[in-house]
């Protein structure tokens, strides 16, 4: 079992989802900080704060429970949402890498602070064993910093087009040009531009 420790920010709706990262996890052999498997003293925001303190690296999984309570505007949603926020405002004082997954869906609520963005479902056999290697390279203690670049991958950063957002991420995700996105700050369509190196406004 290896030393190193992830995050896992979600809602426990999207259960299906959170075990099939853990699933990727237990493959690479790599600790996850889930709240619900934790014993947790109040006050929580203590012991979430100690997690991501022992973390490499927070990943917010984006599932459809998530995502359903935010168009339906959901009381729960608000509690979710603080802790979201309090997660990766804690992740990116600490200057970890923060990664956003969505689970086949279009995100539907703003994330300011992400430094890595994959949009395709862990379902998907060439996502589950791609997210095996970042977890890898968590594990040998390589991060992912903006613009990330590898003789596998090649260039993965890119940034948002609109004048008042200019986001920079790497997006982790085998696009052909012209290929739809929403970007994770201002929630605009992006389309891919020039491959994989930049976005442009749709």
Same mark, same amino acid.
């Given at each position: 079992?290896?030393?190193?420790?992830?995050?896992?920010?979600?809602?426990?709706?999207?259960?299906?989802?959170?075990?099939?990262?853990d699933a990727v996890c237990v493959r690479v052999g790599i600790k996850v900080f889930r709240s619900e498997f934790e014993t947790i003293v109040p006050p929580a925001w203590g012991a979430i704060k100690n997690g991501i303190n022992n973390s490499v690296a927070?990943?917010?999984?984006?599932?459809?429970?998530?995502?359903?309570?935010?168009?339906?505007?959901?009381?729960?949603?608000?509690?979710?949402?603080?802790?979201?926020?309090?997660?990766?405002?804690?992740?990116?004082?600490?200057?970890?890498?923060?990664?956003?997954?969505?689970?086949?869906?279009?995100?539907?609520?703003?994330?300011?602070?992400?430094?890595?963005?994959?949009?395709?479902?862990?379902?998907?056999?060439?996502?589950?064993?791609?997210?095996?290697?970042?977890?890898?390279?968590?594990?040998?203690?390589?991060?992912?910093?903006?613009?990330?670049? &590898? %003789? /596998?991958?090649?260039?993965?950063?890119?940034? @948002?087009?609109?004048?008042?957002?200019?986001? =920079?991420?790497? #997006?982790?995700?085998?696009? &052909? %040009? /012209?290929?739809?996105?929403?970007?994770?700050? @201002?929630?605009?369509?992006?389309?891919?531009? =020039?491959?994989? #190196?930049?976005?442009?406004?749709?």
């Open positions: 079992m290896s030393s190193k420790q992830v995050f896992i920010s979600h809602t426990q709706k999207d259960v299906e989802f959170c075990d099939k990262f927070l990943f917010l999984l984006v599932g459809k429970e998530l995502v359903k309570n935010q168009s339906e505007k959901n009381n729960e949603w608000n509690y979710t949402q603080n802790w979201i926020s309090y997660e990766i405002g804690v992740a990116c004082q600490l200057g970890i890498d923060v990664w956003a997954i969505c689970d086949d869906v279009l995100i539907n609520f703003p994330m300011p602070y992400i430094n890595n963005y994959m949009t395709v479902s862990l379902g998907r056999p060439d996502a589950f064993t791609y997210m095996r290697r970042v977890l890898e390279n968590y594990d040998s203690d390589r991060t992912f910093k903006y613009p990330y670049a &590898s %003789p /596998e991958e090649g260039n993965t950063g890119i940034y @948002c087009g609109y004048d008042n957002c200019k986001m =920079e991420f790497n #997006l982790h995700v085998a696009l &052909s %040009p /012209e290929a739809r996105i929403i970007c994770p700050q @201002c929630l605009r369509p992006l389309i891919l531009s =020039e491959g994989h #190196l930049r976005l442009r406004k749709a």
